[in-house]
């Protein structure tokens, strides 16, 4: 199996910064892509930013230009650093990654972390 682990989630004031970082680990084989996805209340899970093993990166609209992701490939590790945050960057952020399994078949499955909880607030 494999596992996610999410951590650096905070309290933190508006204008504020938070690093969050995300370790995989398993029967690993490789890892296609990792990201960091977030839920607020009242509100469907959406997509924050992804990377791949390559390098690739895509952000939601809402946090260009303040969000950057980064990713370890030696470590199986990702990082979302934050900048700039705002109340509306409040939510349970959870760790992705899609696996290419150590196994016979090379199976490629979803994993999702337990999550960390972000919270922007004077």
């Known amino acids: 199996q494999v596992q996610l682990v999410e951590s650096g989630g905070d309290l933190v004031q508006p204008g504020g910064s938070l690093r969050l970082s995300c370790v995989a680990s398993g029967s690993i084989f490789s890892i296609n892509a990792m990201g960091w996805y977030r839920q607020a209340p009242e509100k469907e899970r959406e997509l924050v930013a992804v990377i791949t093993s390559g390098g690739s990166t895509n952000y939601a609209d809402s946090v260009k230009g303040r969000f950057t992701i980064s990713r370890d490939n030696a470590k199986n590790t990702v990082y979302l650093q934050m900048n700039s945050l705002k109340p509306e960057d409040t939510a349970f952020y959870y760790c992705?990654?899609?696996?290419?399994?150590?196994?016979?078949?090379?199976?490629?499955?979803?994993?999702w972390g337990q999550g960390t909880q972000v919270t922007v607030s004077s």
């Open positions: 992705n990654a899609e696996v290419l399994l150590a196994s016979t078949y090379r199976a490629v499955r979803n994993y």
